[in-house]
Nanobody
Framework: QVQLVESGGGLAQAGGSLRLSCAAS????????IGWYRQAPGKQRELVAT???????NYVDSVKGRFTISKVNTKNTVYLQMLSLKPEDTAVYYC???????????WGQGTQVTVSS
């Protein structure tokens, strides 16, 4: 079993920045993919950014150039640096991990990000 604990959410003004952290309860080196999804009120959960075990990143078009995902394997932590925030970035952000060899997906409890205009 894997626990993912997010932190760093909160309130920001449009144009501001926040950094989210996701700490895993075990080594993330074995995770096939780890990253972030978000869900705004009344909308489906959507992928924001992921990073693979080899370091390849993937972003939803709406955050490209503004958000950066990174990980520190020795800390079992993945980060999401969010710059130039927009009100439409307001959502609950969830940390996600997939371990292919276990056929398992893991989710954190979510952290709220609110961007005011």
């Amino acid at each position: 079993q894997v626990q993912l604990v997010e932190s760093g959410g909160g309130l920001a003004q449009a144009g501001g920045s926040l950094r989210l952290s996701c700490a895993a309860s075990r080594s993330i080196v074995t995770f096939t993919t780890i990253g972030w999804y978000r869900q705004a009120p009344g909308k489906q959960r959507e992928l924001v950014a992921t990073i693979g075990s080899g370091g390849i990143t993937n972003y939803v078009d709406s955050v490209k150039g503004r958000f950066t995902i990174s990980k520190v394997n020795t800390k079992n932590t993945v980060y999401l640096q969010m710059l130039s925030l927009k009100p439409e970035d307001t959502a609950v952000y969830y940390c996600y991990a997939h371990v292919r060899r276990l056929g398992a997906d893991y989710w954190g409890q979510g952290t709220q990000v609110t961007v005011s205009s």
